[in-house]
């Protein structure tokens, strides 16, 4: 079965903790995606990779950090710098050079206790 | 740096109604997708337009995209209740990078 995995479905972060957000693909892709989205609001690039071992920040990437070791794998933690961590986000994947279809996996809603 | 815009944002129609939602693009686009987000969901996508004023169609879903590829629209026509959700647009100037517009929420009061 294809896709992409997001755990875990729901997490809540202390304060002064790092958390990290976990994103698996078996679909081959090339590139790999972090977005946050708020309540009512849309997608705000966090991070993306083209290839392993290689990737860029987007344009909300302060308080945030990833890696791409593996193809398949590219996890996110959320630092204790990023004040206002409360949101929805969302992993996705897509292949080709530029311009693919964006494959989105369920989601992980982090609150902050 | 580039900015995707997308109105209205909120829509209520009647069951049966049309439905437009708009997006655009400060600079020229590469192509431009459209997915759909159901509450409590994940977007999904829907089409992919690449060409100067395409318009392609999937049932009652009409998509276009603008002659300048800067703009692009999404109706639909006599909206049922499962057309519910947030519609965005996505655009990319050929690199990995999306910038996602605002969105638009539909809601459909039977």
């Known amino acids: 079965d294809g896709g992409i995995t997001q755990s875990p479905k729901y997490l809540f972060r202390k304060e002064g903790q790092n958390v990290t957000l976990s994103c698996e693909q078996n679909l081959n892709h090339d590139a790999m995606y972090w977005y946050r989205q708020d309540p009512g609001q849309g997608l705000r690039l966090i991070y993306y990779s083209q290839i392993v071992n290689d990737f860029q920040k987007g344009d909300i990437a302060e308080g945030y950090s990833v890696s791409r070791e593996k193809k398949e794998s590219f996890p996110l933690t959320v630092t204790s710098a990023q004040k206002n961590p409360t949101a929805f986000y969302l992993c996705?994947?897509?292949?080709?050079?530029?311009?693919?279809?964006?494959?989105f996996g369920a989601g992980t809603r982090l609150s902050v206790l | 740096g580039q900015q995707v815009m997308q109105i209205p944002q909120y829509q209520h129609v009647q069951e049966g109604e049309d439905f437009t939602t708009y997006c655009n693009s400060s600079t020229t686009l590469s192509n431009i997708q459209w997915y759909k987000q159901r509450p409590g969901g994940h977007p999904v996508f829907l089409i992919q337009?690449?060409?100067?004023?395409e318009v392609k169609k999937q049932k009652r879903l009409t998509f276009q995209f603008g002659e300048a590829k800067k703009n692009s629209s999404l109706h639909i026509t006599a909206t049922q209740t499962t057309d519910v959700g947030t519609y965005f647009c996505?655009?990319?100037?050929?690199?990995?990078?999306?910038?996602f517009g605002t969105g638009t929420r539909l809601k459909v009061l039977a």
């Open positions: 337009l690449v060409k100067s004023g």
């Open positions: 996505a655009g990319t100037s050929g690199t990995y990078k999306y910038i």
């Open positions: 996705a994947s897509s292949a080709g050079q530029g311009g693919g279809i964006q494959y």
